[in-house]
């Protein structure tokens, strides 16, 4: 796997502890470089949203990357528009710090033992996905 050069990362562990249904917003606005990145910017927002079992997140992402047509090698400009909704897990129990039985359907979707929620890999897979295989 490829060093990520976007850091999305949220302490959660207060949104945790309030009321179902609280909530907290993030304006996004990310310059990326670096061999390895996958856009150029990001912009948008990021809500999270406290659950009955985590966190579920809604990203409303512009992305901005240039890519080398397949044919001729010219760069050219890419624009997408990213809506991702992803309910993330907790891994062990706020009150106690213990382990809890990790979902079978929330691989990759769990908020780690410091309550830190990184949104990175999500947002690089959605990327990656909405990019074309053989640019033109």
Do not use: W
């Not at 706020?94 to 979707?109: F, I, K, N, P, V």
């Amino acid at each position: 796997m490829a060093l990520n050069p976007l850091i999305m990362q949220y302490n959660v562990a207060q949104l945790l502890k309030e009321p179902i249904g609280s909530s907290r917003s993030y304006q996004l606005d990310e310059h990326l470089d670096g061999v390895e990145r996958f856009a150029d910017h990001l912009g948008g927002s990021v809500t999270l949203l406290k659950t009955l079992e985590g966190v579920l997140v809604h990203l409303g992402l512009g992305v901005d990357a240039v890519l080398a047509c397949g044919r001729c090698l010219a760069e050219y400009p890419l624009k997408l528009t990213l809506d991702i909704e992803e309910e993330f897990f907790l891994i062990v129990d706020l009150d106690t710090g213990y382990s809890m039985s990790a979902r079978s359907d929330s691989e990759g979707a769990q908020i780690d033992e410091t309550f830190i929620l990184d949104l990175s890999e999500l947002v690089r897979q959605y990327i990656v996905t909405d990019t074309p295989m053989k640019p033109l």
